[in-house]
């Protein structure tokens, strides 16, 4: 069976550009698959002025962004990604910076479960609550919970991005399984 990875926070976005005045122009909530011509073909947003600012590869936050280098190997893939492009701008450093905002398949019926080691041993174990684990077809894309986003890539992907050295990337290991809901008899 396939191993699943979700991108996870590193150090290096600890210095990651933070986005500026968000509001009014771009709801998050439109992006996924069904919404995503909504939003604006090309954004140009300003970040915090900090000279600790280093434009990485990946930025998890307020949501995905992804460099032109990141998104060259997810075409790869041929998963279905529509995409649209963010220019981020530092004025105190006076650069600015491509990215990628990307829109991918996503499910509320699979959650995805975090692998603990321990002395290179697994030591989690699935909730009971659970159902089956599953494989999936595809090499990116999101699963949703009631809090969060989490885009979950394979460890195909994976390899390929750390291949090619992409800085900021974290990766936690995870297991996909299938909600089951609970039925209960009648009386």
Known sequence: MTKYFKLYDTPELKYAPRIMNLFGKLDIRDI???TYPKLPERLVLFVEP????IFTDIILSPFLLVSPAVLEVIK????VCFYRE???IDQLQRKSQLYFLPVFDETSVLRAIEKEYENGMCISKPPEQYGERVAV?????CVI?????HTVISMELAESLIRRGIFGLGLK???LYRITEERSMPQ
Not at 50 to 53: A, G, I, P
Not at 137 to 141: A, L, M, P, Q, T
Not at 145 to 149: G, V
Request: charged share 40%; aromatic share 8%.
């Open 76 to 79: 790869m893939y041929k998963d």
């Open 145 to 149: 919970d009631s809090s969060k986003r």
């Open 137 to 141: 077809s595809k090499n990116i894309f």
């Open 173 to 175: 290991e995870v297991e």
């Open 50 to 53: 900090s000279d600790k600012n």
């Open 32 to 34: 996924q698959l069904k």
């Open 86 to 88: 963010v220019i981020l």
